[in-house]
């Protein structure tokens, strides 16, 4: 398995693999939502057996109307080669990359999900006899929800998740966010 950033040499193994993405009722992948030959940021990909078999985008942020900071989105796996541990491997290269360009990265997720948010919330790991050091070292112990205020897509309220770079950085997104009040209700 080999983790490389994506470049246009890399476009039919994409586009193979975008399609798989499809047949597995993904649509995160989508042409409209994701032109790997023409997007604002970098992404990552899982290589095994010379296909594509996971990715994993960092996105200059465009939704929060937030300078220096960049959205961790279309990160999605083939079924098959599932707990592989290859959302952590590529976090890794994202933080790697991340650390010296950015203020703070940030992931968002469904709110729904409770799987993956108790997952993302350090409540939860899947062990699985294999390396579950993922799960006890950085940068996904760095992981932090925000609890000031959920992203909203669409009619979906999702949780926030990031890494600060800059300890001194005030992150006050002016769009796409539902501010929380002291008492858990939603500002609007």
Not at 176 to 182: A, E, G, L, N, T
Request: charged share 30%; with cysteine; aromatic share 18%.
């Amino acid at each position: 398995m080999l983790i490389v950033e994506y470049d246009n040499s890399l476009s039919e193994k994409y586009e193979n693999f975008r399609h798989t993405t499809f047949s597995e009722h993904n649509d995160s992948l989508k042409e409209s939502k994701i032109n790997p030959n023409n997007f604002d940021g970098k992404i990552w990909c899982a290589l095994h057996k010379d296909i594509i078999i996971s990715s994993m985008a960092l996105e200059n942020d465009h939704y929060t109307n937030t300078e220096n900071i960049a959205r961790i989105c279309r990160y999605h796996i083939i079924k098959k080669y599932r707990h592989g541990r290859y959302g952590f491997k590529m976090l890794d290269k994202i933080y790697e990359y991340a650390k010296t360009r950015y203020k703070l990265i940030y992931w968002t997720h469904d709110i729904e999900n409770f799987a993956l948010n108790d997952l993302y919330q350090h409540k939860r790991v899947y062990y699985d006899n294999k390396d579950n050091s993922y799960f006890h070292r950085k940068p996904f112990t760095l992981l932090k929800l925000n609890k000031e205020f959920l992203f909203r897509a669409g009619d979906m309220y999702q949780y926030v998740y990031y890494i600060k770079f800059d300890s001194e950085f005030e992150w006050k997104p002016k769009t796409s966010v539902y501010w929380i009040h002291h008492n858990g209700d939603l500002l609007r």
